[in-house]
């Protein structure tokens, strides 16, 4: 929220996308909206995670660190998850990611 509060006293007018998960939806997030109605959140369609670029990037890593790969301890997962995201660069272009089908969908429709 803080994040949100400050995106809102930089640039006024501020729309986040996020998924319905319970803390987005909660009674702090709720008077936080009813404070500032500059604020619009618009949520993520239920069961849409192609939508959601963080689960394209959470897909990508598992894929990268458990096809055919075995670690012996928690902990030697961990140290690879952290040596992942400390060496590996993401380019994830949003705007073709989330617009990657769209041409395609409208076609179809």
């Known amino acids: 929220m803080r994040f949100t509060l ?20 909660s009674d702090m997030v709720k008077n936080m909206l009813a404070d500032n109605c500059d604020i619009k959140i618009i949520y993520l369609l239920t069961g849409s995670p ?13 894929w990268d660190l458990t096809v055919s790969q075995y670690y012996l301890t928690f902990d030697d ?13 993401h380019h994830l ?15 179809n429709f």
Do not use: C
């Not at 400050?6 to 939806?25: C, E, M, N, S, Y």
């Not at 272009?93 to 076609?107: A, H, V």
């Open 6 to 25: 400050d995106l809102h006293r930089h640039f006024g007018k501020v729309a986040v996308i996020i998924h319905k998960t319970p803390q987005h939806k």
């Open 50 to 62: 192609q939508l959601n670029a963080t689960e394209e990037l959470w897909h990508r890593v598992k």
């Open 77 to 89: 997962l961990r140290h690879a998850v952290s040596e992942y995201f400390r060496t590996m660069r």
């Open 93 to 107: 272009d949003i705007k073709k990611y989330l617009f990657r089908n769209m041409e395609e969908s409208l076609t």
